[in-house]
């Protein structure tokens, strides 16, 4: 069912590129594993996910050994809230931390990364619905915090995430994707180098359409590739 179930978001990815004039080749599929056990990932896996995102530290650490164990290059992703005082193992799990949402924060992964001396990849987290239930940079905060951040040595900022809102409301989703991608644009007009476009990562088994139509290039999905 799995793969079944991914073969069929891939033709829904497709279908929303197509509408927005957009290559799904560049659409990654970040599959949200949180809950489930480790013979689903395995078939996730098999069926071509490369990109695993958990939630919470510890559930992360009881799956790594079935993650990595494999011949498929997977990258692990921190997506859910990340406290200070897990910084130490999150910087060691994880290749990309998406949910960096104020500077004492990033200050400490810098911290932790220095003393394995990595460069830690790193998302910072947007609020963009502005509702208080949610963690992330305000809007009109983000641009100050990420100069702050740039400065840390051993922090990559990478790109940009943010949670749709509470409930489905796809109108309000697409104003709060269409928000973060206009941050993008501006952070992208800022750079000097010829980096990769910054990662926007929006978009879950709600309204992952709406968030790639809007400007999306990794959308984070698990119900919909383990249930369908």
Do not use: W
């Amino acid at each position: 069912m799995i793969k079944e179930n991914i073969i069929k978001i891939n033709e829904r990815i497709a279908a929303a590129c197509l509408k927005a004039g957009r290559d799904p080749a560049l659409v990654a599929i970040v599959c949200v594993s949180k809950g489930r056990p480790a013979n689903d990932i395995k078939e996730a896996l098999a069926a071509g996910m490369r990109d695993i995102g958990e939630s919470r530290i510890q559930e992360a650490l009881k799956k790594l050994d079935n993650i990595r164990n494999t011949n498929y290059g997977v990258r692990l992703h921190m997506i859910g809230h990340l406290q200070t005082n897990k910084a130490k193992e999150a910087v060691r799990i994880f290749d990309l931390i998406q949910s960096v949402d104020t500077i004492r924060l990033a200050s400490e992964i810098d911290k932790q990364a220095a003393l394995i001396n990595k460069v830690q990849d790193i998302l910072i987290e947007v609020n963009t619905s502005g509702e208080e239930q949610k963690y992330g940079f305000s809007p009109g905060d983000m641009f100050a915090a990420i100069k702050q951040i740039s400065s840390f040595k051993n922090i990559k900022i990478i790109g940009l995430m943010t949670v749709g809102p509470l409930g489905g409301d796809l109108v309000q989703a697409r104003f709060c994707f269409r928000q973060l991608r206009e941050l993008r644009d501006k952070l992208d007009e800022q750079r000097t180098t010829n980096d990769e476009r910054l990662v926007l990562s929006m978009g879950m088994s709600d309204d992952f359409e709406a968030a790639i139509e809007e400007g999306s290039n990794m959308v984070r999905l698990g119900r919909v590739i383990f249930e369908g």
